[in-house]
């Protein structure tokens, strides 16, 4: 889930809707493993929220990023209903609340990290261009 995760802030394009839907597809296989586990309550575990909440409990403020800078809406109550009520009722859990990152915040850190990776590729680009006709420089 993670390496596709993170490459939908620093891929553009074709290249971002196939990690788009890498993460879709994953979060599918959730949605059906939690149906399976989730014991009839709100959280994987049940009624109480456990490790594996937890773990993904953290990537849902940054699901909430991504949808913005990627166009997308990673947790669709349409496709996958039970995981889109979790993130719901896991971000609004007291205990949770309190502890959850300002959108805003990660908004801004997206962006930076966008704008990293779109530097680094065109001075990757650039240089690989200069190389070629560059006649000092060994391939």
Not at 15 to 22: I, L, N, W
């Amino acid at each position: 889930l993670f390496p596709p995760f993170r490459a939908i802030l620093t891929t553009e394009g074709e290249e971002q809707k196939a990690k788009v839907g890498q993460v879709v597809a994953a979060l599918e296989m959730l949605e059906e493993g939690f149906g399976k586990c989730n014991k009839g309550g709100k959280f994987f575990g049940g009624q109480t929220i456990g490790l594996v909440d937890l773990i993904l409990g953290s990537l849902v403020s940054w699901m909430t990023v991504m949808d913005g800078l990627a166009e997308t809406q990673l947790l669709d109550p349409n496709k996958i209903p039970r995981l889109a009520a979790w993130a719901e009722n896991f971000c609004e859990m007291p205990e949770v609340k309190g502890v959850l990152p300002e959108i805003a915040k990660l908004v801004e850190v997206g962006k930076g990290i966008q704008a990293r990776e779109r530097a680094a590729a065109a001075a990757a680009s650039s240089a690989s261009v200069t190389a070629i006709g560059d006649p000092t420089v060994s391939s």
